[in-house]
Nanobody
Framework: QVQLVESGGGLVQAGGSLRLSCVASGRTFSSYAMGWFRQAPGKEREFVAAISWSGGSTYYAESVKGRFTISRDNAKNTVYLQMNSLKPEDTAIYYC?????????????????WGQGTQVTVSS
């Protein structure tokens, strides 16, 4: 079992930055690939970014490439999402998730555990 708790969301003006954190419980954090997804009102949950077990491989949605950076600190059981140059269309609830197999990292169904989400609101 892995429990995930996100933090760092909030209200920011367009062009601003936020850093999201996701802390995992348990001693097997380094066994999981980690992902960030987001869901805006009335829309499906969509992939944002993912990182491999070791942190050596990262993946991004085209819409955030060059603006967002995913990273992890296995010693702290934490994964981060640094979000720069934020746009109003980035407004959503952001979720972190843990994936034991990395067989389908771009799809929500590929993940085994989810956090409760943190709201990010970008004003224009």
């Amino acid at each position: 079992q892995v429990q995930l708790v996100e933090s760092g969301g909030g209200l920011v003006q367009a062009g601003g930055s936020l850093r999201l954190s996701c802390v995992a419980s348990g001693r097997t954090f380094s066994s999981y690939a980690m992902g960030w997804f987001r869901q805006a009102p009335g829309k499906e949950r969509e992939f944002v970014a993912a990182i491999s077990w070791s942190g050596g491989s990262t993946y991004y949605a085209e819409s955030v490439k060059g603006r967002f950076t995913i990273s992890r600190d296995n010693a702290k059981n934490t994964v981060y999402l640094q979000m720069n140059s934020l746009k109003p269309e980035d407004t959503a609830i952001y979720y972190c998730a843990a994936d034991a197999t990395m067989k389908s990292i771009f799809r929500p169904l590929g993940y085994d555990y989810w956090g409760q989400g943190t709201q990010v609101t970008v004003s224009s």
